[in-house]
T-cell receptor
Framework: KNQVEQSPQSLIILEGKNCTLQ??????????LRWYKQDTGRGPVSLTI?????NTKSNGRYTATLDADTKQSSLHITASQLSDSASYIC????????????FGTGTQLKVEL | NAGVTQTPKFQVLKTGQSMTLQCAQD?????MSWYRQDPGMGLRLIHY?????ITDQGEVPNGYNVSRSTTEDFPLRLLSAAPSQTSVYFC???WGLGSYNEQFFGPGTRLTVL
């Protein structure tokens, strides 16, 4: 069983709409939780990094939330654009484990006109 | 700054052939790593290095070798390619292993082993 599970697996929305992607993790304890955006044919790019004590972190139209009690995180995208079409990957890092990132399998988002 | 660069972008090998995937970074990062990305799975760590001359194994090291002779370069060698090594390979770098160090990824190498 994956220690980081994401849902939905894929999602199609219309341009201008909002959407929320989910991440459930079992990695415990953990140091921080990250969201990455991966465009097709490119490497992942960091969107947000949240420590276990942070509830929310924003990066432009992207807002990540974290509930450490329920071990859930979400990534909310506001006013979606065609360029938001990508895979969004949730990553969890244990304390002191800079090389022990646990990656989710990602949510594939497609934004259509 | 070019960031993290990888070559080649695409490669097709026959079973048993060997090759080296190149990775370079110009950010003076100490920590570099190699991941593979397979359909339906999260990225998995192959090997990593915490500085020139120091390397260690990750989660899936079998069939791969690495070396780190300079801070900038971290090549990944496939000794005898197998179809199971068909994957997309990403190199990444960061300032260190600290929990809050952001990792920067290269554009990837798509490898097919026939």
């Amino acid at each position: 069983k994956n220690q980081v599970e994401q849902s939905p697996q894929s999602l199609i929305i219309l341009e201008g709409k909002n959407c929320t992607l989910q991440c459930n993790y079992t990695v415990s304890p953990f140091s921080n939780l990250r969201w990455y955006k991966q465009d097709t044919g490119r490497g992942p790019v960091s969107l947000t990094i949240m420590t276990f004590s942070e509830n929310t972190k924003s990066n432009g139209r992207y807002t990540a939330t974290l509930d450490a009690d329920t071990k859930q995180s979400s990534l909310h995208i506001t006013a979606s654009q065609l360029s938001d079409s990508a895979s969004y990957i949730c990553v969890v890092l244990p304390p002191g484990g800079g090389n022990k990132l646990t990656f989710g399998t990602g949510t594939q988002l497609k934004v259509e006109l | 700054n070019a960031g993290v660069t990888q070559t080649p972008k695409f490669q097709v090998l026959k079973t048993g052939q060997s090759m080296t995937l190149q990775c370079a970074q110009d950010m003076n990062h100490e920590y570099m790593s190699w991941y593979r990305q397979d359909p339906g799975m999260g990225l998995r760590l192959i090997h990593y290095s915490v500085g020139a001359g120091i390397t260690d194994q990750g989660e899936v090291p079998n069939g791969y070798n690495v070396s780190r002779s300079t801070t900038e370069d971290f090549p990944l060698r496939l000794l005898s390619a197998a179809p199971s090594q068909t994957s997309v390979y990403f190199c990444a770098s960061s300032w260190g292993l600290g929990s809050y160090n952001e990792q920067f990824f290269g554009p990837g190498t798509r490898l097919t082993v026939l």
